[in-house]
């Protein structure tokens, strides 16, 4: 057992109210918050790092099936050589075969037959090996984008909501999908290729050493110009790649913003300007596409280009080696085509390579979410029974996204068990940003918030959002049944459970009046309901939690009178026994509550029962005085400012 007290201070009489003992001991957990990972430079080997366990050693094998078809797949330009020689040469025959004309055309027809059995096995045997080393790759690469797009998301769930504040979500949902997709392409396809590419290069520069060395100088004549073009397109062609997908992202959200409010741009006709915003944008991502396809289309040309002229030099010179007798026509044949080759393979390196700058422009994106540290949502202490006692204590807080802004501004208040707390007040004044504290969605600037005098930061954060239930201004729910909305945070609940929920916030009986009862849809965001509808709903599923605390913000304000008492109605039954926080225009809804605080400007004004703050000239009289003027055809002839 532990005694808590609150220290009076000067700004609130209320806090020289003792804390009862807690009832129950605390059990905690010791689960060490997660350490934070440093945002690191993204490198090529990085990128090969995402690849792990199984993948790897799917990866392994298929390089090395895919070295034997690069190896295999040498037999060609080799073969082809041995070919001309057979045909053109008599000295690669013995005497016997020299013997008659006859003679010679039998042997070189042997040879023929041999030579092209062995090639047909080596292409027959490197087709195989190169169609599973890239079904390796392939199936690598779909297993790494799974992992990915699961690890981002997982990421995207864990993240702090001021990261959400300062995030737009078509980008973050184009990062989930194009974004991972073209590192799965650059990380498996591309790199397979790219690995068959290298082998059969590095293949074909040994070939080409034993067979010339000197023909080989000149072939890799042009190499440091191309190595460094390569440089400088690389830094380029990775900035672009980062904007270009940037500018996706931007479309995305433009996108999806509009598609998700679509009710609401058909209601102001704005689908045309929707979409010129749209056409805009992808404009902007098309002019960056031309200049990454242009920069690619110069990069590859001019390589091209170098490496056809290095070719055109190496037939010059091998041909007048041939001249002099220095060379065998068959030995520059092979030599010819195996340049040809290995040119080509560099071809398909440097595809690669425009690849590789591109995915690290990509992945800094991924990675930027990836690296950044994200808050627990395990971890800490949990109480046996929470009775449900509030207190806020000078606390001050301001928004991640504008903290030079103060919201709240010393904010001091007691809940006792099972009372119910209102908070009123102007626009913006800061009672959503309570409400907001207490689910620990942010954490305060300063001060203290404590749930039966432990501190909320020490409390495991998933447990206490079970022991609390939201029902805000504007309910979501989900693209499915109404029971699977009702189930959404207590998804063990019977059907009996929750549909004892829906009869206590008063939504049973308009839901045996759709066809399909609780197995009815409710659409995307319940647009298939009203909003009484979809606000009874959100209360039976806040019922269904069985919370020890009751959070209520601008929960009727959205409805009209009927819905609004049958809506009214169910909160009361709800609120009922549990400690409610309650945020109000209409002022007649928290009449009846034990305690009222008037908030301006992030700081509490006044305190005090309906009856006690009417007597004070203050601001709440104030705001009863014009609710009352603005709903005087309602008022009978006579009332005071008690028929709010």
């Not at 807690?22 to 440093?38: C, F, H, S, V, Y």
């Not at 995915?359 to 395990?378: M, N, T």
């Not at 647009?527 to 209360?539: D, F, H, N, P």
Request: one cysteine or more.
């Amino acid at each position: 057992m532990c005694v808590w007290a609150l220290e009076r201070t000067n700004e609130d009489p209320m806090l020289s109210v003792a804390v009862e003992p807690i009832n129950g001991a605390l059990l905690t957990k010791d689960k060490p918050p997660p350490a934070r990972e440093q945002s690191r430079a993204v490198t090529f080997l990085r990128l090969v790092g995402l690849l792990e366990g199984r993948e790897r050693c799917w990866c392994l094998l298929a390089v090395l099936a895919t070295s034997v078809a690069s190896l295999l797949g040498m037999a060609l330009p080799v073969y082809t050589g041995k070919l001309v020689s057979a045909v053109s040469s008599d000295n690669d025959f013995d005497p016997a075969c020299q013997a008659s004309p006859e003679k010679l055309a039998q042997c070189r027809r042997d040879s023929l037959a041999d030579t092209l059995l062995i090639m047909g096995l080596a292409f027959f045997v490197s087709g195989i090996a190169l169609a599973l080393g890239l079904w390796l790759f392939f199936l690598s690469g779909e297993r790494l984008a799974a992992r990915l797009r699961r690890k981002l998301y997982a990421s995207y769930m864990h993240k702090h909501l001021g990261f959400f504040d300062e995030q737009k979500t078509g980008d973050l949902m184009n990062r989930l999908a194009s974004d991972c997709t073209e590192l799965k392409d650059t990380l498996t396809r591309s790199l397979g290729e790219g690995m068959h590419n290298a082998l059969q290069m590095s293949i074909g520069l040994t070939l080409m050493l034993l067979s010339s060395p000197l023909l080989t100088l000149l072939t890799l004549a042009a190499a440091p110009i191309i190595g460094v073009c390569a440089g400088l397109y690389g830094c380029f062609i990775s900035k672009l790649t980062e904007r270009y997908q940037a500018a996706l992202g931007e479309a995305s959200d433009v996108a999806q913003q509009a598609l998700s409010s679509i009710r609401t741009v058909r209601s102001f006709a704005r689908e045309g300007f929707e979409r010129s915003q749209y056409d805009a944008k992808i404009e902007r991502a098309y002019a960056l596409g031309k200049r990454k396809g242009a920069a690619l289309g110069a990069f590859i040309g001019f390589v091209s280009t170098i490496a056809q002229a290095s070719l055109v030099l190496v037939l010059w010179f091998g041909c007048t080696m041939v001249i002099d007798g220095k060379l065998d026509f068959g030995e520059l044949t092979s030599f010819v085509l195996i340049a040809i080759y290995t040119i080509s393979s560099f071809g398909g390196l440097m595809d690669l390579f425009s690849a590789m700058m591109g995915a690290i422009g990509v992945s800094r994106r991924l990675f930027a979410i990836l690296d950044e540290p994200s808050p627990p949502l395990e971890g800490g202490s949990t109480l046996v029974k929470v009775r449900g006692q509030i207190t806020f204590r000078d606390v001050h807080f301001g928004y991640p996204s504008r903290k030079d802004v103060p919201v709240l501004r010393g904010v001091s208040f007691h809940v006792h068990p099972g009372q119910a707390l209102a908070l009123c007040g102007s626009s913006g004044s800061g009672k959503s940003s309570i409400i907001a504290l207490l689910e620990r969605f942010y954490e305060p600037s300063s001060g203290d918030i404590e749930v039966d005098g432990v501190p909320l930061a020490s409390l495991d954060p998933s447990w206490w959002r079970r022991q609390i239930a939201l029902v805000a201004q504007e309910p979501v729910l989900f693209n499915g049944s109404v029971l699977e909305n009702l189930r959404y945070g207590n998804p063990e609940a019977t059907r009996e459970a929750a549909t004892e929920a829906a009869q206590v916030a008063n939504a049973h009986d308009f839901i045996l009046g759709f066809t399909d009862q609780y197995e009815t849809l409710v659409g995307e965001r319940g647009v298939k309901l009203s909003g009484g509808q979809k606000q009874r709903l959100a209360i039976a599923r806040a019922v269904l939690l069985a919370p020890a605390v009751l959070l209520l913000d601008e929960a009727t304000s959205a409805l009209d009178a009927e819905a609004e008492a049958i809506v009214q109605a169910a909160l009361d039954r709800v609120m009922a026994g549990r400690t409610s926080i309650v945020i109000a225009h209409r002022l007649s809804t928290i009449r009846h509550a034990d305690c009222i605080c008037v908030i301006e400007r992030g700081v509490v004004i006044e305190r005090g029962t309906h009856e006690e703050l009417l007597g004070t000239a203050g601001a709440y009289e104030k705001l009863c005085r014009r609710q009352m003027e603005s709903s005087v055809s309602r008022v009978p002839s006579g009332a005071g400012l008690d028929a709010i």
